[in-house]
């Protein structure tokens, strides 16, 4: 081209940065819903009563 008036090799960088900076804001917004959610989901997926079942010692006499 006769008329190129900027070059184009670091746009690809120029725009992942604007991604990531305004994927950080969002979540810097939503944050304390983000946190629930995520505390909420582990609650549901790992159930504490077998967490703490499995951290109990064993007993060798204890009759199941």
Do not use: C, W
């Not at 939503?30 to 079942?53: C, G, H, K, L, M």
Request: charged fraction near 25%; aromatic fraction near 8%.
């Amino acid at each position: 081209m006769l008329f190129k008036i900027r070059e184009e090799k670091g746009m690809g960088t120029v725009e992942i940065v604007i991604i990531v900076a305004v994927l950080v804001g969002i979540a810097l917004l939503f944050r304390s819903q983000i946190t629930n959610f995520v505390r909420s989901a582990t609650e549901q997926v790992f159930d504490v009563e077998i967490i703490e079942d499995t951290l109990e010692p064993n007993d060798p006499f204890k009759i199941p």
